[in-house]
C-alpha cells in the first residue's frame, strides 16, 4: 500500500487558532498531533452503562415505548 502525505486544511477564527496553540503549547504537543490526538479519542470513547443499556434497548426492541403521535408521547412523558 502506498504511504503519502495528505493536507488538511480548516478555517478558524483567529481566537480558536490561540486556544488551539495554546492546549497543544500545554500539552507539549504540535497542533497536528492535539488533532490527531482528539480525533483518535473521539472514535475510541466507550460509552457509559446508560448509553450502552439504552443502545442494548434499541437493538433488542426491549423497554422501548412505540408511540402513534407527537401528542401521545409528550402526554407519556408527563406522568
Do not use: C, W, Y
Not at 15 to 40: R, Y
Not at 42 to 70: W, Y
Amino acid at each position: 500500500m502506498a504511504t503519502g502525505i495528505a493536507r488538511l486544511t480548516i478555517d478558524l477564527s483567529k481566537g480558536d487558532h490561540k486556544k488551539i496553540k495554546t492546549a497543544a503549547n500545554a500539552m507539549e504537543i504540535t497542533m497536528k498531533d492535539l488533532v490527531i490526538l482528539s480525533v483518535t479519542a473521539f472514535i475510541n470513547r466507550k460509552p457509559n452503562k446508560v448509553t450502552e443499556k439504552a443502545l442494548h434497548q434499541v437493538k433488542t426492541g426491549k423497554g422501548i415505548k412505540k408511540f402513534d403521535s407527537l401528542k401521545e408521547m409528550l402526554e407519556d412523558l408527563k406522568s
